[in-house]
């Protein structure tokens, strides 16, 4: 038996006709894939190739970086899930090396900085959540 019977070739740019760029275009900007998706879907080699394609005959501004990209683009709820479960796991981590760098400089130094560091954290929410 040899697996699922699915061989990809590999593509060279000549097999690409107008109505593909397109099509793949049109998928990529709509949110249904990534142009990373779209090129690893379609066997399409070129690391920039999809993008190339986007900057031509797309309708979005693809020459900006992709923070501000995606801030132009309508998020799928599943992207946004996504995007903000990323942001939260950032934080905690930031939150953790934070945290380790006022233990350190706590127990090295005599800081005192955790009781100092959390009171004014808490002001500093107090203050926000009445401006708010």
């Not at 070129?46 to 797309?58: A, C, I, M, Q």
């Not at 979005?60 to 899930?81: V, Y």
């Not at 930031?94 to 090295?108: A, C, H, S």
Request: net charge positive.
């Amino acid at each position: 038996m040899s697996g699922s019977g699915l061989v990809r070739r590999k593509r060279t740019q000549r097999d690409y006709n107008m109505g593909f760029k397109l099509a793949v275009v049109e998928q990529v900007e709509k949110g249904e894939l990534t142009y990373k998706q779209a090129q690893s879907r379609y066997g399409i080699q070129g690391r920039s190739t999809v993008l190339n394609w986007l900057r031509k005959h797309g309708k979005l501004d693809w020459s900006t970086t992709r923070h501000r990209t995606m801030s132009n683009l309508q998020e799928t709820p599943e992207q946004k899930i996504k995007r903000l479960e990323k942001e939260l796991e950032d934080e905690r981590i930031r939150v953790m090396v934070m945290d380790g760098m006022i233990t350190i400089m706590d127990e090295e130094y005599g800081a005192g900085l955790r009781k100092k560091y959390l009171s004014e954290l808490r002001e500093h929410y107090r203050r926000k959540g009445k401006s708010a």
